[in-house]
């Protein structure tokens, strides 16, 4: 499912791989490529450049997470962003009401009969329902007869009138046959056309007029794109529809319709067709598509983590330090405690893509940190904040004090320096602008 479009996102993240920040030039580069993926995905123009700018936005909007890359905060922000445009959360259908009925709507071949089936199945089994399928298309005796099998395969009974061509009377008729036989759903199949066409809509409009549907989902075939959408678009017109349904995404499609649809339309999409088959239906869940076409879920919640650990007012406090060369193993052991804070090592570790398989055999301990911690807790305050002051016999105090031993101490003084050097280069000339940056 959307393949191409997932490898063109994963590619624009890319130019941001080894970025040491996200600037307005590389977020520029990278959305350049994320909105030539989306637009050859078959999203909405406008969408596409709505999406983009969004994006553009929150990234360079962002705070600077020291855990976090900037092409792992891209990948999560791109991830929140698509779910957000999908709808962000799943939205249920209705079906109170006794008999609760359900009207669907659609152009022909879209898999409104085979949709009518999977739900009637679906309502039937995991909502305790007991469904009347009703068949409303009176111009093809094929339609009756193809919901007739559908109805037996699932064991729901099917209400038709072969004589009557008046599909609104069938439907009202199929209402009253409900409440007589303790039906509590009804789902009515509708005729569709190959395109739209004026007869269709006033049939369809009649009927709901008559029979008051609590919901009515529109059908349509995802591979067709960016007509999917105009569909869409043309039925709510008319219908002011529920719900979407997208059929036939188990086929080779782009994504566009499943993208564009909620934003163009403004409607929930409501549940997908991944086959033929009549179990083959999924609610839809805009949070799971966007990890389904990320792929890469285990960035989104390594980036997760990381924000719900992060102290604001300790990282600026800490880069003003850094700024003014005052790092110190006050700090030093706060960092620590920070990346302790965020979880199992290993766990942390293996969340980042590729680096799961590799560490799997591998033994880090999450007592990784206790010496170090131990030698640090061993230093008088003094010491902490003015490292430049452990000569020899300091050292060889501290080392007794943590349990450790003088060459452990003199390696961490040493890991602790070259740190320091390397956060100064790091900050020295970038760092107002990096100070800039955390203000936005
Ligand atoms: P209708 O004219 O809108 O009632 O469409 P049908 O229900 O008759 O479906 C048209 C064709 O699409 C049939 O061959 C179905 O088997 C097929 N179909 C329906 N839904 C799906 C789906 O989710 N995936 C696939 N691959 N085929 C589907």
Known sequence: MFENLSDRLE????????????????????????????????????TAKEFTES?????????????????????????????????ETAIDINIKGSPAIILMSGLQGSGKTTFSGKLAS???SKRGKNPLLVAGDVYRPAAIQQLKILGEQIGVPVYSEEENKNPVKIAQNAV??????????????????????????????????????????????????QDAVNTAKEFNDRLDFN???????????????????????????????????????????????????????????LVE????????????????KIAKNQFD??????????????????????????????????????????????????????????????NGSRRARIAKGSGTNVQEVNNLIKQFDQTRKMMRAMTSGGGKAMMRNMRR
């Open 11 to 46: 590619r624009s993240f890319k130019i941001l791989k080894g970025e040491g920040k996200i600037t307005e030039i590389n977020v520029a580069e990278t959305l350049k490529d994320v909105r030539r993926a989306l637009l050859d995905a078959d999203v909405n123009y406008k």
């Open 55 to 87: 994006v553009r936005q929150k990234a360079l909007g962002q705070d600077v997470l020291t855990a976090v890359k900037p092409h792992q905060l891209m990948v999560k922000i791109v991830h929140d962003e698509l779910a957000l445009l999908m709808g």
């Open 122 to 124: 679906l309502l039937k």
């Open 176 to 225: 009253q046959y409900a409440k007589q036989h303790g039906k509590d759903l009804v789902i009515i199949d509708t005729a569709g056309r190959l395109a739209i066409d004026e007869a269709m809509m006033t049939e369809i409009t009649a009927i709901k007029n008559a029979v008051n549907p609590q919901e009515i989902l529109f059908v349509v075939d995802a591979m067709t794109g």
């Open 243 to 301: 719900g979407v349904v997208l059929t036939k995404l188990d086929g080779d499609t782009r994504g566009g319709a499943a993208l564009s649809i909620r934003s163009v339309v403004n409607k929930p999409i409501k549940f997908v067709g991944t086959g033929e088959k009549l179990d083959a239906i999924d609610v839809f869940h805009p949070e799971r598509m966007a990890d389904r076409i990320l792929g890469m879920g285990d960035i989104v919640s």
């Open 305 to 320: 983590k990381a924000q719900e650990q992060y102290d604001e007012e300790e990282a600026r406090r800490l880069q003003k």
């Open 329 to 390: 193993f006050n700090d030093f052991i706060a960092q620590i405690q920070q990346i302790k804070k965020m979880g199992n090592l290993k766990d942390l570790a293996s969340m980042i893509p590729g680096v799961g398989k590799q560490i799997k055999d591998l033994d880090i301990d999450d007592d990784a940190f206790k010496n170090i911690e131990a030698i640090i807790r061993s230093m008088t305050p003094q010491e902490r904040t003015n490292p430049e002051i452990l």
